[in-house]
């Protein structure tokens, strides 16, 4: 027979895995208010780490469409000249969407 010490002892950390286990079930509820028993700092740590290792949604996306997510950012600007060295010519794409839009009316 176990002693009251034994006891206690046990339902203390069957108490411990609830409380993990609580945790848990709040974090699969409600992912962005998660409570946080640590420091802000820990909290904002924590937090880097989890966006690090979880890609976003964006870049599951472009991935499906075999669009690099590696790119550098690029101005509008940027982009044009890109277009342009490409042979497209950006003008003409909008005269043809304004052509469409004035037909269909």
Do not use: Y
């Not at 909290?43 to 780490?49: P, T």
């Not at 600007?77 to 342009?84: L, Q, V, Y």
Request: glycine letters at 2%; a negative charge; charged letters at 40%.
């Amino acid at each position: 027979m176990a002693t009251v010490e034994e006891l206690e002892e046990r339902v203390e950390a069957v108490e411990a895995q609830m409380a993990e286990l609580r945790r848990e079930v709040a974090r699969a509820r409600r992912p962005h208010q998660v409570p946080w028993d640590g420091t802000i700092h820990e909290w904002l740590a924590a937090m880097s780490r989890e966006a690090e290792a979880r890609p976003s949604r964006r870049e599951e996306i472009f991935r499906e469409l075999g669009i690099p997510t590696d790119l550098p950012p690029a101005t509008a600007e940027e982009i044009r000249e890109m277009m342009i060295a490409d042979g497209v010519r950006p003008e003409e794409r909008l005269a043809q969407k304004l052509l469409r839009e004035a037909r269909d009316e």
